[in-house]
């Protein structure tokens, strides 16, 4: 099955954006994600709801409770807003 996520959206870039620059920062690190997001867990789906809960499926993997898509980690301070003026 291929990917629900467009590497090139502005907010999946972002996300890349943010864990580079705390990854270059000297931020603690775990599987590639700073370790300080895993303190305050928040995801983000597809169509840009975010929350700090998701829905676990065996078939379909996790998806956002509010549209049943799929949801990425994302860092704790994301708002729930257009994917295009994700922390401008």
Do not use: Q
Request: with cysteine; aromatic share 10%.
């Amino acid at each position: 099955m291929p990917s629900p996520w467009n590497p090139e959206a502005p907010w999946v870039l972002k996300i890349k954006e943010l864990r580079k620059k705390e990854a270059d920062a000297g931020a603690p690190m775990f599987l590639g994600i700073p370790e300080r997001w895993y303190d305050d867990l928040t995801w983000r789906c597809v169509k840009g709801h975010v929350s700090s809960r998701y829905l676990k499926s065996e078939m379909h993997g996790a998806l956002c409770l509010a549209c049943m898509e799929y949801v990425m980690m994302t860092f704790p301070e994301d708002i729930e807003d257009a994917p295009e003026t994700i922390m401008a």
